[in-house]
Structure formats: C-alpha cells, structure tokens
C-alpha cells in the first residue's frame, strides 16, 4: 500500500498535485489515517485495471487530487527483439502486443514493411485483409464493452459479448489455425487462401451479430444507471486529445473527425462506404456511443467486402530473403484503439536496424489523469474502461 | 409428549409471549436450521439464475446440477487457514463478524412466519427489526477498521454512510405502513409484526393496494432501500469489486469471511420478510378476500403439495436428462433420490391436518422467495451506482417521497 512506501513517491504525488497537508501529530507515529489525503496503489494486481496497470490515486475521501501510472510490468522489449529478428522472423512478435486486436497489429507491421520493400499486396490479399481486421474490431470492441460494462459493475454484458467474440475466433481458427494471436498476414500478402466457406461464415457471423449489438444496447444505453455513470465522466475535448496526441475511438467521441481508414486510406479501405461515428461531449457516455456505431460500420464494411471479394493472387512476388533498401518508414493504421504507428529504420540487412511502434493505448493512457482528476474513485474505473487500453501494447 | 405437542398446536399465542421457553427454544433451533438451509439454497439458486441469465451453466461438477456445491464451498471455507494480518487490531478483527452475523441472525426473533409461528410477538416488533438489523453496520464498519487496510477503510465508510441514509428513507415508508394499520374503531395502530398482518387481513386489503397509489410507493421506496440496506447491487458499493477489491472484507479469508456471507444472505431475507408483512399480507394467501368460500380455501391449500411435487418432477425430468455413462450413474441416482424426496414431502403437505397448518409458512416463504428472486434479478442487470448518485438518491429522491407519502397517507388515513 502507499503508506508502506513514503519518501520518494509520496513526494512526486504531491509535486503533481499541488498541495500536501500533513497533521502536527506530536510524538505519535503517524499512520495514514492521520492525513486528510490518503495514497492508494490501485494495482498492479486489481480486477479493474486491465491487466497490470498501476495507478497511484491521491484520495480526499472519495475524490481524486490526482493520479499517477506506473506501466512497464508486462515489457517484453518487442521493440529490441526486433532487432535480432528478420523482417518475416519478427511479424508474430507484433500480435502479442496488442493481443485482443493481433490481427490489425500484423497488418501495420506487414504494411510498413511492405511500403519498404515497395512491394503492394494483390487485391485479393488486401479484401482479406480487410475483413479479418474488421472482425478483429468487432472482437476487440466486444471484449472491450463487456470488461467495461463489468467495471461499471453490469456483470451480464460480458458474457453476450463473449459469445459472440467466440464466433468471431471461430472464423479466425478456420482461416489460420490460431485464435488469438493469428499471425495471419504474412509480408506481401496473406500465406492462406480462404478456406471453403469462408465467405459464407463472415455473411452468418454479420447477421448474427447484428441483432446482438441491438441486445447490448438495450442492456445499456437507456439504462439509467448505466447514463447516470458514463454521462459527463472523464470529459476530453477534442483540442486536448489533439495535444496529447490521443486517436482512436476517444478522439472522435470528442467530436473530431478523424479515421485513418479514411484519411489515408491503406489496404482496400479506400473501396468501401462507411460512416465516421463522432460525438460531442467527449464524455465515457459518448465514447460508448461511439464503439457501438463503430460496431456497425464493421458490419457494414464485412457486407460490402464480402460481396465484391475478388480472385486472383494473394501473395506478391517477394524475395525469399527480404533485404530492404536503406531508409526509414513511417506507416500507421486505425487499430480499434487508435492509430497504431510503425517507425522501421533499414540498414540495408536482413534485419531492421530499429523498429518504434506507436502504440494506441499508450498514447491514450496519457489522458488518464487529466480526465478523472476531480472526479470520483469509481470514475477512475469507468475511465479506465473507456480508455479501451491493453497493457500489452502500452508496456510492449 | 403428543398431547404437550398438539395442546402447542392449538394454542393461538406465540410462545414468547406464552411464556413457553421449551417451545421458544425449539424456534429458535428450527429457524436456525431453516435459515441456514435458505442461505445455502439461495447459494445455489442465485448462482444457478445468475447463470441462466448470463447464457452460462453456472455449477455443474459437483454433485448432479450442482447441488453439493454450496456443501463443498462451505467445507472448503471451514478448513482453511485462518489468516488475520499482522497489522490488524485482533480483537476488533475477530469480533467484527460476529457483530454483523449476530445482528442479521437476531432479527428473525419477530418475523412471523404464521399467526403463532414466531419467536415472541413484541409490540415494538417492526422497530426491533430494524433497530437490529442497523447495528450490523457497526460490525462492518469494525471489519474495515480493524483490517488497517486501504481498501477496507473506504468500503467501510462508505457502506456506513449508505446505511445510515437509507435507514431514513427506510423507517419513512415503514411509518406510512404502520399508520395504515391504525384505520380501526379504536384508532390506534401497532409495531407489532404480527399485529400489522391482522390489521390487513381485517381492514381486507395488502397495504401495498391500500389508498392506491400510496401504499404502492411506500412499499418501493422500501424495496429500494432495502436492496441498499443490505449492499446489495445495484447499490454494492461497499464491496464492489471492480473498485475496491472486496470492499470491508478484503482481508477476511475462509470462516470468518463466510460469516459475513452467511449474514448478508440472512440480512437480504430479513428486509424481505419487513417487506412482505408490511405491505405484501405477510402469511395470507393471496386473494383471501375475492376468492373465498371452502372451495376456493381447498384449492388454495394444495398450493404447498403442488409446488414440492412440481420441483419433484423437474428432478425426475433432469434425471431422465442425464448423460447414460457409468461415470454419471451416482449422481443420476442421487439427482433421482432428491426427487424421491421432494415427491414425498409434497404428498406429506396434501394430507390435511399437515394441509392447514403449513398453509401459512408457506405463503410466507414464497412471498420472501420472491423478493429474493429481485436481488438476483437486479444483479444480473444493473450496472453499479456510483457513490454521490447513491447519495442523491437517497436523500433527494427518496426522502422527499417518503415524506410525502407519510403526510399523505395521514390526511388520506383522516378523511377516511
């Protein structure tokens, strides 16, 4: 607990929030029931921080003076891997980095290094593409609705959307053999042709998943207390999320209208009619409206992907032994949680000489503290939640 | 013995006041061992519903459908380690729980489950119970102190908080009940649990119908607070689990922390039982006044059969069910035993002298079992308040209306 721990971190909180206020006790040791403001360590082992986030909370009573993350439990130094690994060698690293979304993480990577080797996957790659990564969003949107909906303490959500996570996975299974952390793009193309069935297991999941996401939200959104929880917590306006650097999901929600699928449109995406869901108050409450719209327009590009999927090749002519050119490379993708950016520097060798990736829910956690200051111990939780972060990819 | 047991049975006074300390004691063991059986019951049960709800199977392994889970889970938490922290005030940590489970055991002192099946009818009953049932906070607020914990500390003050404010509310919509029972020639209401159930069934009518709507608001503010009364969700804040880990019991572990489980699950069914014999006829029948005649009385006696025999049969459905292994051949037979069982208490309630004397007990059980059908519901579906909205609630919605409706159900109770 943060009694145990004074001295160092005790005054880094109160350097952060302005003001420490500490009882003349005398001679009796002080404990931290003396102090109006108490430190809490939320984490890194709590049910509601997804994963192993640690958040030292200032608390006066139940309010929050303020709050400070501690990440790197879950480093794994992808980005340093990466350079003892061959371009081909390191794609799967890249899945277990944002692992609820593996899939749009093998694609940017794929992409950057693609735009490298100035290679372009064929079309039928790219339809692929597209809709094994707009499954994805709908799986990684599902999972965030129910964990969110389980810390705002609704216990059934989680478990709808598990369900129907679980036919999302089913398909990604069939297709390549893993779950999870697919590794299902390769560099230049895809490695599988689509097996028998595909197009017509995508079609079923569409409709079926359809009429779900009206059930969750006649769980939620006119709930009362559902309203009562979202509406008005964590507020971002779209001029802090720009200057934080915050995308995804939240930025939108705040009113700004901002999808790279869109803006620089990358794999088929530029093919396709979709909507940009926004909000206004860039509150929890709007934040949610936003991924649930987002849900259907996943559906709404799947339907469209499925009917014009073309044939043809799906994997470029790429060297076996991949040996870029000199030079660097930017290339960024809208993952569900945000712009997920690849920075690969080449030396010319097999083997990048430096890869930075841009990970959504890092950037995004940054906002952490200035959307639930001055609010309450149980906005922190919803805040958290809404802020959709995986602590794979903030710690990678 | 058979003629002391049937001069009891004849007898139309509770034994507390009566006088009878032998059959006080037999009471007081019977509805010892009921609740017990209910708190285990209500285990399973609402991990069974809960599950349904979720579209998941809940307990499947032990036992056929479960139904030695609740056995295993206490078995398991009598034999662990007992682990009280370093750091805690040991007196305060080892009797915090024996507060809470003592006060929620206490109540049922009153609760009548019949015209002469309680403990003792006090004239103060309705205050006791809830004068009792408010000193658990003590032993909660005792359990987050005595932790010397963070989390603990924040679950108990808020949960003493919520108590506090609506107990308010709570006694407001309590008043409303009790002046009703007061509309008689003599003009004098009662406390009395047992006193307010026979002011209903003379003036005809549940109090939740009376002066409609006001008897139906009363009687949901009520059900409101009790649901907060016993931090239960909605309004779980206390040990809400995303926020606070466990909230005042984090650091409870094994028997003690099943202590506190046993008095949440005996809390929940005391509220309920207030509940049902302020406002829903307590151990009427229902419809005692529409349908009468001895007909109608006859139908309505077979009511307890009837529903040990359904539950039988849903038993034997089950056990038809049942996977045809050899692996699954015990609890098939047990799963089929049970049934047997049921099956057989259920033609024990059609004979007729057991008939009428079980009619009562069960109206009442099953009005309870209602409510305690609510608190799985709400916790299957509502999201969690946050603190300064359960406070807002509370104070600014519920306690104005509470108000209102004592005040006008006092000029309604004149005019009339």
């Known amino acids: 607990m943060g009694a145990d721990q004074p001295g160092d971190r005790e005054r880094t909180m109160s350097d952060s929030t302005g003001h420490i206020s500490h009882l003349e006790l005398g001679d009796r040791e002080q404990t931290f029931l003396d102090s109006n403001e108490l430190v809490i360590n939320m984490g890194p082992q709590h049910p509601a921080t997804h994963g192993v986030l640690r958040v030292i909370l200032k608390l006066d009573g139940e309010k929050v003076l303020g709050t400070e993350c501690v990440i790197g439990y879950l480093h794994r130094g992808v980005e340093k891997i990466a350079e003892h690994r061959t371009y081909a060698m390191f794609n799967p690293y890249v899945d277990r980095m944002d692992y609820v979304a593996a899939v749009s993480n093998g694609l940017g990577y794929c992409e950057a290094v693609e735009k490298l080797l100035n290679v372009e996957a064929p079309p039928r790659a790219n339809y692929i593409r597209v809709i094994l990564t707009e499954l994805n969003r709908m799986a990684s949107h599902q999972l965030w609705l129910g964990t969110h909906a389980l810390d705002i303490g609704a216990i059934t959500p989680l478990f709808y959307t598990f369900r129907d996570r679980e036919e999302v996975l089913k398909i990604f299974e069939k297709y390549c053999g893993a779950r999870l952390t697919t590794h299902a793009f390769r560099i230049g193309g895809c490695l599988y042709e689509t097996y028998e069935g595909f197009e017509q297991d995508v079609k079923k999941f569409v409709d079926f998943v359809d009429p779900k996401i009206d059930e969750y939200e006649e769980l939620l959104t006119t709930n009362r207390i559902w309203v009562e929880r979202t509406k008005g917590v964590g507020k971002i306006s779209g001029a802090e999320c720009k200057a934080l650097g915050v995308t995804g999901p939240v930025l939108r929600a705040s009113g700004v209208k901002w999808d790279l699928r869109k803006a620089q449109p990358y794999a088929a995406y530029s093919d396709f009619e979709f909507d940009i869901p926004t909000g206004q108050n860039g509150d929890t409450y709007d934040r949610y409206l936003v991924r649930m719209q987002e849900m259907r327009q996943s559906l709404r590009i799947l339907r469209q992907a499925i009917e014009r999927i073309p044939e043809g090749p799906i994997m470029a002519k790429i060297p076996k032994v991949l040996k870029p050119p000199v030079g660097e490379i930017y290339h960024s993708i809208e993952a569900p949680k945000g712009e997920l950016g690849y920075f690969i520097v080449s030396d010319g060798s097999t083997q990048p000489y430096r890869v930075r990736v841009r990970p959504p829910s890092f950037v995004n956690l940054q906002a952490l503290d200035m959307m639930v200051r001055g609010q309450l111990v149980a906005d922190v939780i919803a805040v958290i939640g809404t802020l959709d972060i995986v602590l794979g990819e903030v710690d990678r | ?416």
Request: aromatic share 14%.
């Open chain 2, 1 to 416: 013995m058979l003629e002391y047991i049937r001069s009891y049975l004849d007898s139309n006074v509770t034994p507390g006041v009566a006088g009878n300390v032998f059959w006080a004691f037999v009471y007081i063991v019977l509805i010892f061992l009921g609740l017990s059986i209910a708190v285990i019951a209500m285990n399973w049960l609402e991990r069974k519903i809960l599950a349904h709800m979720q579209i998941r199977l809940g307990p499947m392994r032990v036992g056929p459908h479960g139904l030695l889970q609740p056995i295993a889970d206490a078995l398991k938490l009598l034999i662990k380690e007992d682990i009280m922290p370093a750091e805690a005030d040991k007196f305060v940590f080892w009797v915090a729980p024996l507060i809470v489970v003592l006060t929620a055991f206490t109540v049922f002192i009153v609760v009548p489950f019949g015209p002469t099946h309680a403990v003792t009818d006090m004239n103060i009953g309705v205050l006791f119970m809830l004068g009792v049932s408010s000193l658990s906070v003590l032993g909660v607020v005792m359990a987050g102190w005595a932790s010397n914990s963070h989390y603990p500390l924040i679950g108990a003050l808020r949960s003493s908080a919520q108590m506090v404010s609506y107990e308010i509310a709570m006694g407001l919509a309590v008043v409303s009940a009790v002046l009703m029972s007061s509309l008689n020639e003599r003009g004098t209401g009662t406390l009395s649990m047992i006193g307010i159930v026979q002011a209903q069934q003379s003036q005809g009518t549940w109090f939740i119908f009376k002066f409609f709507p006001l008897g139906l608001i009363a009687f949901v503010i009520f059900a409101i607070a009790m649901v907060a009364e016993t931090n239960r969700a909605p309004f779980d804040l206390p040990e809400a689990e995303s926020e606070l880990t466990a909230g005042f019991h984090t650091e409870y572990s094994g028997f003690r922390w099943s202590l506190f489980f046993l008095a949440e699950y005996s809390a929940m069914i005391a509220v309920s039982s207030i509940a049902v014999t302020l406002w829903l006829g307590g151990w009427l029948r229902p419809f005692s006044n529409w349908l009468t005649g001895s007909t109608w009385d006859l139908v309505f006696s077979l009511f307890p059969g009837v529903t040990f025999l359904i539950l039988a049969a849903m038993c034997f459905y089950s056990t038809i069910r049942m996977p045809k292994h050899p692996y699954f051949r015990i609890q098939t037979m047990g799963l089929a035993g049970f049934g047997v069982v049921l099956a057989l208490i259920g033609l024990v309630l059609f004979a007729p002298p057991v008939r009428d004397r079980v009619q009562d007990i069960y109206w009442f059980s099953v009005k309870v079992a209602f409510f305690m059908y609510l608190y799985i519901w709400y916790r299957g579906t509502f999201p969690r308040y946050r603190f300064d909205q359960l406070m807002k609630v509370g104070w600014k919605v519920l306690l104005p209306i509470g108000i209102a409706v004592l005040i006008a159900t006092a000029l309604v109770g004149v005019m009339f």
